[in-house]
C-alpha cells in the first residue's frame, strides 16, 4: 500500500555521497575515541605513561588527558565519543543500505550534531587558552565534528526539516562546503597565531 504524500513528504533518505560522509566521519571520531580511551586507560595504570602523541610542549596529548576538562560530565569525554560517533556511522550505513527517516529523526540527529560541536567549541577554547596543550586523536575528532555539524544542517534545511529563507536553502544546497571549510580554517587559524612564535621558532 502507497503512503499517503503528506507521510512521505515527511521521511528523507540521502544519497550515497551523503551517507559515505556520516560513515567517515563517524569513524574518524570513533577511532580517535577510541585510541584516547586506550590511552586514558594506560596513564590511569601508570602515572609516568607518556601517549604518542605528546611530541612536545605544545602537541602534548597527556596535558590533555590529566586536565579536568577530559571529564567534563564526570567520565572520560572519549566514552561519549564512542557512542556518540557509532551512532552517526550506524546513520550513515543505514543511508547507504536505502533507509528513510522521518523528520524528528533528522532533527533530533541534527540536535546531537549541534551538541558536538558546540562541545568541541568548548573543548578548542580549554585546549588553547586553558590547557596550553593540543591533543592530535582529540584534533581529528573536531575536524570529524565539524563537517558532521554543517552537512547534517543543511541536510535538514534543504528538506525543510528547519525553516530557512529560501536564499539560505539554495546556498547551503549549491555551497553546503562552504561553512565547515571557513570554520575548520577560523580553527587553524586560531591555533596557529596561539602558538606562532612555537610553529616559526
Same mark, same amino acid.
Given at each position: 500500500?502507497? *503512503?499517503?504524500?503528506? @507521510? #512521505?513528504?515527511?521521511? @528523507?533518505?540521502?544519497?550515497?555521497?551523503?551517507? %559515505?560522509?556520516?560513515?567517515?566521519?563517524?569513524?574518524?571520531?570513533?577511532? @580517535?575515541?577510541?585510541?584516547?580511551?586506550?590511552?586514558?586507560?594506560?596513564?590511569?595504570?601508570?602515572?609516568?605513561?607518556?601517549?604518542?602523541?605528546?611530541? =612536545?610542549?605544545?602537541?602534548?596529548?597527556?596535558?590533555?588527558?590529566?586536565? &579536568?576538562?577530559?571529564?567534563?560530565?564526570?567520565?572520560? =569525554? +572519549?566514552? %561519549?565519543?564512542?557512542?556518540? !560517533?557509532?551512532?552517526?556511522?550506524?546513520?550513515?550505513?543505514?543511508?547507504?543500505?536505502? #533507509?528513510? /527517516?522521518?523528520?524528528? !529523526?533528522?532533527?533530533?540527529? &541534527? #540536535?546531537? $550534531?549541534?551538541?558536538?560541536?558546540?562541545?568541541?567549541?568548548?573543548?578548542?577554547?580549554?585546549?588553547? !587558552?586553558?590547557? =596550553?596543550?593540543? $591533543?592530535?586523536?582529540?584534533?581529528?575528532?573536531?575536524?570529524?565534528?565539524?563537517?558532521?555539524?554543517? !552537512?547534517?544542517?543543511?541536510?535538514?534545511?534543504?528538506?525543510? /526539516?528547519? *525553516? @530557512? *529563507?529560501?536564499?539560505?536553502?539554495?546556498?547551503?544546497?549549491?555551497?553546503?562546503?562552504? +561553512? *565547515?571549510?571557513?570554520?575548520?580554517?577560523?580553527?587553524?587559524?586560531?591555533? %596557529?597565531?596561539?602558538?606562532? &612564535? /612555537?610553529?616559526?621558532?
Amino acid at each position: 500500500m502507497t *503512503p499517503p504524500a503528506h @507521510a #512521505a513528504a515527511r521521511t @528523507a533518505g540521502a544519497g550515497r555521497a551523503f551517507a %559515505l560522509l556520516l560513515v567517515v566521519t563517524g569513524a574518524a571520531g570513533l577511532l @580517535a575515541s577510541w585510541i584516547i580511551t586506550l590511552d586514558k586507560v594506560k596513564l590511569l595504570q601508570d602515572p609516568d605513561f607518556t601517549p604518542g602523541c605528546s611530541l =612536545n610542549p605544545v602537541v602534548s596529548c597527556g596535558s590533555v588527558m590529566e586536565s &579536568d576538562q577530559a571529564e567534563a560530565f564526570g567520565f572520560p =569525554n +572519549p566514552m %561519549l565519543g564512542l557512542v556518540a !560517533y557509532g551512532v552517526v556511522v550506524c546513520v550513515g550505513v543505514s543511508l547507504l543500505a536505502g #533507509a528513510r /527517516f522521518p523528520r524528528w !529523526y533528522w532533527l533530533a540527529f &541534527d #540536535a546531537g $550534531c549541534l551538541f558536538g560541536v558546540g562541545f568541541v567549541t568548548w573543548l578548542q577554547f580549554e585546549s588553547l !587558552y586553558r590547557i =596550553n596543550a593540543l $591533543c592530535l586523536w582529540c584534533a581529528l575528532a573536531w575536524l570529524a565534528t565539524i563537517p558532521l555539524f554543517w !552537512y547534517v544542517t543543511a541536510f535538514a534545511v534543504r528538506h525543510t /526539516f528547519l *525553516p @530557512a *529563507p529560501a536564499p539560505l536553502r539554495r546556498f547551503l544546497d549549491e555551497f553546503t562546503w562552504v +561553512p *565547515p571549510v571557513v570554520h575548520v580554517g577560523v580553527v587553524g587559524m586560531l591555533v %596557529l597565531t596561539r602558538w606562532w &612564535d /612555537f610553529w616559526t621558532g
